[in-house]
């Protein structure tokens, strides 16, 4: 200011310095305000801000600067560049040094870095620094600094994250790759390399893969790798027994990670596990389980040895993935070691020589592949039915000794032919065993059945004496071996049967006594068998590579040869030259040869045999033949020789002369056909040529017509035999036998011979009529034959005199017939045929069948009578049956007729009589009663009440009277009727009844059986009127028998009641019996009758499904018989007292009024049904019609308002003819009963009130009948 | 009252329409069923009908159930002389079926007239 002043210009300088202040003032103003403004902002954004002196090295801060890190602000004050540096991350306060020392250089704008800072609690925070140095001094160099610090921990945490998941997954990835392809010997060397790896990821100071034994119970480290400065364990931690880590191995065959953040955390459980792990300084631990299946079969391990560790969840997910792919990498090689193993075996098998090499190489494999270390092969014969142990290794030779063979009948057999393999601890297998198999000790054993076209033929045993259990990769392996060494095993028996075979086939080779040889194409000999050696003479080996010829003599080596090469090119020739000893002696044979191919060269197969005997044997028989034919020669018949072809090859001198050719025309071939007519001489061919064709006939006859050569001829007979040389017929030896003289004895003999013949037939014919056959002729009667059976009773001798000369068993009545017949017999030559009656011993009275013909001589003179009885009894029964039936057919279509019409008159005459009646009746009443008018109608009324009773007996008869059929017991009617007749019946008529009290009830209307049984009475009484005599009424019960049902079509075979009446008066003749039903027949005067009677009766009992009967004999009496259905039912009065019978089944009920409708329903529940009740006939239509099924029978009311029962019944029916249809009525005076109301389409009617036992039995029985009689609706 | 006598025996009609016509009724007389139906259908005040039952064309009991149709409340009397082979009682069958009394042929004038006063 003083300097202003001194310049002068005072005014306008202070002027321009206000000016200037005022600015200043207002510029500071300013920039207080935009510094407050800032400040604000800053507090805003809750930034952290720092003011470095770097002269005097104080910092500082603000509150939100210490807040980031967890201080207040008075508590850290005052600050000190220090504070910061000391709290700054060590790796990080490094870079910071060197980014500010780049800053100060004024090589960047300004310094900016992200750093960690340590939080008052302990852990790190991330801030961004950023600063700009604020003043220097004179030299350049910085003195004041400004910045600001501002959180970003969350930022940095989650770039950390995902820095660690994307090395994780790189890692994961890697790991996966290096084990892709890998082979299987180069998989340890990997997981040694994969462990460091991950190892260094998690940070861990030892990572380790444990394995367990097969069966669990060990475990083994078998990788490991340790950070630097950490001591290996992998050697002290071999078999280590899983038994001292329970918490442990529960949890890894969970398949649970175990992570234990810090050691002393453990649980309680893991106290066994906390011991040995604190043992090892280990302060962390993570463990997850090694799987590659559904059981874990080792863990992989992280240890935190130098500090403890909290591997955070991501880590641990992808150690798992990890872990996964471990786990396929060493289950990979323990599969490809088995799959090696099975290799390696095939690769053995396929190079073994030997059967028992084989089995070894099998053996050994399954050894490897299981891990176990003993067992053995058993071989199945299924011939001797044993196993037999083929091989065996590792087992002590008293175990083999109980168990080197078992029959199929133990049960160590029956387990392996079962053909599955079986694995178990041999202790469990429950097998009985001796002493010797305990003392092994077996453990795990695996029994392995091989099968070989579905058959068992060998087994596998594989056992360990240290595990309890067979591993389960094993299993797989073994199983494999199993299923393909069949095939070997088989292919190695058959070898060594081949083998054998071979050996045998040399030995056979050697033993044949012909000489066996081979030559090749050049005619060299290869092999030979020891009869070439030994009976030639030859060492063995000496004749190998000579020629042929050398084995033949020399002078016949062109044969040889020319045969040889004949061979060679493929004929089939035989060779005859001998073979020559060494020693010059010749050996005749016959040598034959067969080609073929001797190690892969074509030769030829020869046999030479031995042809000396065969010599011998031929020089026999050609003086065999010799000696044959000159016998021949001497011989008195013609013999010849003939070829296949019929031509002579040889005949003897006889031959010739019999043929009367010369014996040199005759073996000049001449044909054997020709010595006979040309008629015989296919027959010749074909009997000579028998020989040719088995199949074809011999002709029986062997009658030939020989033929001379001068053309005369003479019968003979031909033999021939064919000629069999080497098997085969060559022909065949032939001979005459001349019958020339022969025949005309034969001729003579002829004659007598014929008629002895035909006496013997003619008797064996007659023999055999079934009747008898006789004959009259003048030295008297005789019979001829007696067939038996024909005529019982009677001997021929009885016949030949009762019958035939003095008739004494004819019946008297027929007698007269016969001997007139006999008499017109013999007076011309005449047939006739009688049928008469014979009287048997007992009187049975037989019919006879006469047909007789009368013979005369040439001269006319009569010779006698043939003639032949039948017994036709029989036949007249029948026919006698026959005409009765016809008879009372005829009647009974009769009475049927007279019936209908006889109704049909009374129906009219019913119309007819009303008016007759009615107007009489009128006339009576119009009339004085004195009027004689009136005395005139009243006879006309008693007439017309005359006729009207007999119409009503008409009507009876007819069947079409009105009755009340009701179940009804006979013997009390009987009793009731005979107590009215008896004052009406003479005493010199007496009365005998038989009733049998037990009879059952029928179905008719009692009044009616009351004027039948009345009817019959007076009947029989008045049949007896003047002689008197007994009237005997029975009553009992029978079932008709075969014959009475013939007789009585109508009858049915079952129970019926037999009511009859015999009386013992006048009889009645046939023609009587014939017509005594009939209407208005009567044999009695006017008075006693009015012939409507019998009719009646017969009338009402047809009108029950009965049947009458009639037998009569004149003078002696008549029985009338009744047969009536008997039922079971009781007479009518007893149903009201029988209790509801209980039934079941579905009904609909129809009515109208609602109180019947109550009281049905309520009725038939009571007795188990099932009701439907409808009140409107159309609605029950509507309801049957939809489902028919649902109803068994319906019930209806008669009158209803829509439709009545009858039409409501009929559509029913017409949906299901077979428903039963009950109709109740409230109309009408007369009793319930069965009306013929189908023709309504109604089963049955019942009146209201309907009593409950009624309705009851009236529907049961219609369900019942219903369901027997016809299917329910389908 | 008012009765119509269906009977195809002319006599028989005759007959019963004399009887009742001498106790002052109304009679009107039809020769068979159809018939019988046709006139009931057009006389609405008949009070009683006298069927017989075996005729030719419609016979009684289905002219009975006809009736029973139209008119439930009128009076049915059947009368028959039986007979003819075919379906039994025929007076029991009407009188189950509606006819509130039967008589059997022959009758006299009493008995028709007894029966008349029985179902008023």
């Known amino acids: 200011m ?60 603000n509150a939100h600067w210490a807040a980031m890190i967890g201080y207040d602000l008075k508590e850290i004050s005052p600050l000190t560049i220090r504070f910061w540096q000391e709290h700054c991350h060590p790796d990080d306060l490094e870079r910071s040094n060197d980014l500010l020392r780049e800053h100060f250089e004024g090589k960047t704008d300004h310094y900016e870095l992200e750093l960690r800072i340590r939080h008052k609690e ?129 949890k890894i065959n969970n398949n649970e990670v175990i992570h234990i953040p810090i050691l002393s955390a453990m649980p309680e459980e893991g106290s066994a596990e906390k011991e040995i792990l604190e043992s090892q300084n280990i302060q962390s631990l993570l463990v997850i389980p090694l799987a590659a299946g559904p059981s874990p079969f080792g863990y992989i391990g992280f240890d935190a040895v130098r500090e ?169 392996g073994l199983e494999t071996i199993a299923s393909h060494i069949g095939a070997a095993i088989a292919h190695a028996c058959q070898e060594e049967q081949v083998s054998a075979a071979k050996n045998n086939l040399e030995s056979l080779f050697d033993t044949i006594d012909d000489f066996l040889f081979i030559i090749d194409q050049e005619g060299k000999v290869i092999a030979s068998n020891a009869a070439v050696t030994s009976k030639l003479g030859y060492e063995p080996g000496d004749q190998i590579g000579r020629h042929t010829l050398e084995f033949h003599p020399e002078e016949r080596h062109q044969e040889a040869l020319t045969a040889l090469q004949e061979m060679l090119e493929g004929k089939s020739v035989t060779c005859t030259v001998p073979l020559k000893t060494r020693t010059g002696e010749l050996i005749p044979v016959d040598t034959k040869v067969a080609r073929g191919i001797w190690d892969k060269q074509p030769v030829l197969f020869g046999i030479s045999r031995n042809i000396s005997d065969l010599i011998n044997s031929e020089r026999a028989r050609l003086e065999n033949e010799q000696h044959f034919r000159g016998l021949t020669e001497l011989l008195p018949l013609p013999l010849f020789e003939v070829d296949t072809d019929l031509n002579i090859t040889y005949s003897n001198h006889i031959c010739s002369e019999t043929f009367s050719y010369s014996q040199s025309d005759m073996q000049d071939r001449m044909q054997a056909r020709d010595l006979c007519i040309p008629e015989d001489r296919d027959k010749f061919a074909l009997c000579c040529g028998t020989f040719n064709d088995a199949s074809c006939a011999v002709p029986e006859n062997n009658e030939y017509t020989c033929l001379r050569k001068d053309g005369t001829r003479f019968p003979a007979l031909f033999y021939s035999m064919p000629i069999i040389s080497s098997g085969r017929i060559v022909g065949a030896s032939c001979m005459f036998v001349d019958l020339t003289e022969s025949k005309k004895t034969e001729e003579a003999l002829r004659n007598s011979a014929l008629q002895e013949r035909i006496a013997q037939e003619f008797k064996s014919l007659i023999d055999n009529i079934p009747g008898a056959v006789y004959r009259i002729n003048s030295s008297g009667a005789s019979m001829l034959s007696m067939y038996p059976d024909a005529l019982p009773d009677f001997t021929r001798e009885e016949f030949q005199h009762d019958l035939l000369e003095t008739y004494g068993i004819i019946h008297p009545d027929d007698r007269q017939l016969v ?126 009440e005359r006729a009207q009773n007999l119409v009503s007996q008409i009507l009876t008869f007819s069947r079409a009277q009105e009755s009340t059929p009701a179940p009804m017991s006979v013997q009390a009617i009987v009793n009731e009727a005979l107590k009215l007749l008896r004052p009406s019946i003479p005493s010199s008529i007496t009365i005998e009844q038989l009733i049998d009290k037990e009879c059952r009830n029928i179905l008719a209307d009692p009044s009616q059986i009351h004027q039948v049984i009345i009817n019959l009475c007076t009947n029989a009484f008045q049949a007896m ?73 017969h009338g009402i009992i047809v009108s029950c499904n009965g049947e009458i009967t009639v037998e009569s004999t004149p003078g002696k009496g008549t029985t009338f018989s009744i047969f009536l259905p008997v039922i079971d039912e009781k007479v009518a009065s007893a149903i009201e007292d029988e209790k509801p019978l209980q039934g079941s089944g579905s009904i609909l009920f129809i009515d109208d009024e609602i109180a019947t409708v109550e009281m049905m329903t309520l009725m038939l529940s009571k007795l188990g049904f099932t009701i439907h009740a409808e009140k409107s006939p159309i609605e029950a239509l509507r309801l049957y019609r939809n489902a028919p099924e649902r109803f068994d029978l319906v019930i209806t009311d008669l009158t209803m308002p829509e439709m009545t029962g009858i039409q409501l019944s009929e559509e029913l029916r017409k949906i299901n003819p077979g428903l039963p249809v009950i109709l109740m009525t409230g109309y009408g005076q007369n009793s319930d009963i069965a009306l013929p109301l189908d023709h309504y389409g109604i089963s049955r009617l019942l009146k209201k009130p309907v009593k409950l036992a009624q309705m009851a039995s009236t529907v049961n029985e219609l369900l019942i009948s219903n369901k027997n009689s016809s299917p329910a609706l389908s | 009252m008012n009765i119509l006598v269906i009977d195809d025996d002319a006599a028989v009609r005759k007959f019963i329409a004399t009887t009742l016509k001498r106790e002052n009724h109304t009679i009107i007389e039809a020769e068979n069923g159809t018939e019988g139906i046709q006139i009931l259908q057009q006389e609405r005040d008949i009070d009683v009908v006298i069927t017989d039952l075996i005729m030719p064309d419609k016979e009684g009991i289905e002219t009975i159930m006809e009736v029973r149709k139209m008119n439930p409340s009128i009076k049915i009397v059947a009368i028959s002389g039986g007979g003819k082979v075919g379906p039994e009682n025929y007076l029991v069958l009407a009188d189950a079926l509606g006819a509130n009394a039967t008589l059997k042929k022959p009758f006299s004038g009493q008995e028709l007239l007894m029966s008349l006063k029985l179902i008023e």
């Open chain 1, 2 to 61: 003083d300097q202003l002043f001194s310049t002068g210009n005072l005014e306008q300088e202070s002027s321009a310095l206000r000016n200037r202040l005022k600015e200043l003032e207002r510029k500071l103003a300013l920039a207080e305000q935009s510094a407050e403004n800032l400040s604000m902002a800053l507090d805003a954004t809750a930034a952290g801000t720092w003011d470095w002196d770097m002269v005097t090295g104080s910092l500082t801060v």
């Open chain 1, 122 to 250: 302990g852990h790190w925070i991330w801030v961004l620094d950023r600063g700009k140095v604020f003043s220097r001094d004179e030299s350049g160099n910085p003195t004041r600094m400004i910045g600001s610090h501002q959180e970003i921990t969350g930022r940095k945490t989650a770039e950390e994250a995902l820095k660690w998941s994307r090395a994780f997954e790189r890692l994961t990835t890697t790991i996966s790759n290096r084990f892709i392809n890998l082979p299987s010997d180069e998989i340890d060397g990997m997981v040694q390399s994969t462990l460091q790896l991950i190892g260094e990821q998690v940070q861990a100071d030892r990572c380790y893969v444990f394995q367990f034994s097969e069966d669990l119970t060990l475990m083994d480290n078998t990788h490991e790798w340790c950070a630097e400065g950490i001591e290996p364990q992998i050697d002290l931690l071999k078999e280590l027994p899983t038994g001292t880590f329970p918490w442990w191995m529960q």
């Open chain 1, 308 to 476: 403890a560790r909290n591997w955070p969840p991501e880590t641990v997910s992808v150690l798992k993935l990890a872990g996964g792919v471990i786990a396929n990498a060493l289950q990979r090689k323990m599969v490809e070691t088995i799959i090696q193993a099975e290799l390696d075996l095939a690769i053995k098998l396929s190079a073994t020589a030997t059967f028992d090499q084989t089995l070894n190489n099998i053996l050994r494999c399954a050894f490897k592949i299981s891990g176990m270390e003993a067992g053995g092969i058993y071989l199945v014969d299924h011939e001797k039915r044993t196993l037999t142990l083929a091989c065996h290794e590792g087992l002590s030779q008293e175990f083999i000794a109980c168990t080197g063979s078992y029959s199929f009948d133990t049960e160590q057999a029956e387990l392996i032919l079962k053909g599955e393999p079986v694995y178990a601890d041999y202790t469990t297998l429950g097998l009985p065993c001796q002493e010797a198999v305990r003392n092994e000790k077996p453990r795990a054993i695996a029994i392995l059945p091989v099968s070989y076209h579905g058959e068992v033929i060998a087994c596998l045993n594989v056992t360990s004496h240290k595990l309890s259990r067979v591993p389960d990769l094993a299993c797989k």
């Open chain 1, 819 to 944: 001997i007139d017949s006999n008499l017109a017999l013999r007076a011309e030559r005449k047939s006739d045929t009688l049928t008469y009656r014979i009287l048997t011993r007992n009187g049975e009275v037989r019919w006879i069948e006469d047909r007789k013909t009368s013979t005369f001589s040439p001269k006319g003179e009569f010779t006698g009578i043939d003639g032949i009885l039948f017994d036709i009894t029989t036949r007249i029964r029948a026919q006698e049956e026959k005409q009765k039936l016809e008879s009372r057919l005829r009647k009974s279509q009769r009475l049927e007729t007279i019936g209908t019409l006889a109704g049909g008159i009374a129906h009219d005459f019913n119309n007819i009589l009303t008016p007759i009646l009615g107007y009489a009746e009128m006339g009576v009443m119009s009339l004085a009663f004195d009027d004689v008018l009136h005395d005139y109608f009243s006879e006309i009324m008693l007439a017309a």
């Open chain 1, 1025 to 1097: 009127e003047g002689s008197g005599g007994k009237l005997k009424i029975e009553l009992n019960e029978i079932t008709p028998d075969a014959t009475m049902l013939k007789v009585f079509p109508k009858l049915r075979h079952r129970p019926y009641l037999r009511l009859s009446v015999s009386d013992t008066g006048i009889g009645m003749d046939e023609a009587t019996i014939e017509r005594i039903f009939e209407p208005f027949f009567t044999t009695k005067s006017v008075e006693k009758g009015t012939g409507l009677g019998l009719s009646v009766v």
